[in-house]
Every structure is written in structure tokens, then in C-alpha cells.
């Protein structure tokens, strides 16, 4: 006579579920063997979100570029202010409309390039966006999450704001409502990218 498939199915689960154990028991093993490879991982991360909940403004003029935005992964901030020119790398902390439905990126650093001054004029036709009559990207109908994404309306950049964006498809920048014009005020600094 054959058992029940419940009690197969239970044998079954119990044996994954120990496999399981017995593979995380190994690793923490392995972990407590070779600490000294695992605690820089652990304390970038422990930084990291740190950063990311308590205060996310740079402190440290080496900063790292992990999103494709922008061609540059390790960039250095002058924190020393110069008047932002078109054309420049700046790094600004967010406050956009976003925030309101992504609330982890108020204040959050960006690291864009300025495309437009105070002055130029931002027109939007069929999702593309121009500065001063130049197309520089078009603007996606919906995030990755599938909320919704506004182009920005047209404007004349007033003084004392930018319009900044990244040279990737899916950089969240100026382009959207959603991030909008970036203010004198929420310009952390300059960069210099090194590579």
C-alpha cells in the first residue's frame, strides 16, 4: 500500500527544509572562518544604509556612481561653490514630486549633468523634451515599478534653477515632472569625474 501524497509532499518539504538549514549553517561557518572577508563587505553596507536612512548628504569628496545615469563611477566633489554652468556635473540632493510616492529618495544625492540654465526655454512634443529647440531625451510613460511618469512642462528655466539629466534611457531626471528643476539650493557641488 502507498502513502498518501500529503505525506510524500511533507517529506518532501522537511527535506528541502534541511538541506536549507544545513547550507546556511555551512555559510555562517564559513563566514566566522574568513571574517576578514566578509567585515568590509558588512561595514560598506552598514555605511551605506546609514547614509541612505540618516543622512544621505555627501561628507566625503570621493564619491561613487553605481547607476548607468552617467558614464563616471568614481567622481570628486568640490564643495566649494562656483556659479553651475551648462555642461557641468553637479550632484544635488532630491526634491522632486517623487518623493511623495518613492518617500526613500527625499534628499537622496543625484549626480546629473546640467543641460539647461536659468533662461533657456524647455518645450515637450510627443514625450520628447528640447532645450532651446535641441532635443535631449525623451521621456518614458511609466517607472519600473509601472507608476506613471509626467514629462515636464514647458517652461522658461527660471533664475536660480537647472535642468539636469543623465545620459542613460531610464536616468529619472529633469525630463519628468516627477524630479523636475533642480534649485540653486539643492546643489551639494561641483564634480570632477576621474573615471
Known amino acids: 500500500m502507498t502513502e498518501p ?13 534541511r538541506l536549507h538549514v544545513r547550507s546556511f549553517a555551512e555559510f555562517l561557518r564559513h563566514m566566522r572562518r574568513r571574517w576578514y572577508l566578509y567585515l568590509p563587505v ?6 551605506a544604509y546609514v547614509r541612505l536612512f540618516v543622512d544621505p548628504t555627501p561628507r566625503v569628496p570621493l564619491l561613487v556612481n553605481w547607476t548607468p545615469s552617467l558614464p563616471y563611477h568614481v567622481a570628486l566633489m568640490q564643495f566649494q561653490q562656483r556659479p553651475v554652468r551648462r555642461g557641468d556635473l553637479i550632484v544635488f540632493a532630491f526634491a522632486g514630486e517623487a518623493q511623495a510616492h518613492y518617500r526613500g529618495l527625499r534628499g537622496q544625492p543625484f549626480f546629473k549633468r546640467v543641460r539647461g540654465v536659468p533662461g533657456d526655454v524647455v518645450t515637450v512634443s510627443d514625450r520628447t523634451v528640447f532645450v532651446n529647440g ?12 509601472g507608476h506613471p511618469l509626467a514629462p515636464i512642462a514647458p517652461v522658461v528655466i527660471p533664475p536660480g534653477h537647472y535642468y539636469v539629466q543623465g545620459i542613460g534611457l531610464h536616468s529619472f531626471d529633469s ?4 524630479s523636475g528643476l533642480v534649485r540653486d539650493g539643492q546643489v551639494l557641488g561641483i564634480v570632477q569625474p576621474i573615471f
Open 134 to 145: 535641441e532635443a535631449v531625451g525623451r521621456a518614458k510613460t511609466h517607472a519600473y515599478d
Open 175 to 178: 525630463r519628468y515632472a516627477e
Open 42 to 47: 558588512l561595514a560598506i553596507w552598514g555605511f
Open 5 to 17: 501524497v500529503s505525506t510524500n509532499a511533507a517529506i518532501q518539504a522537511s527535506g528541502w527544509w
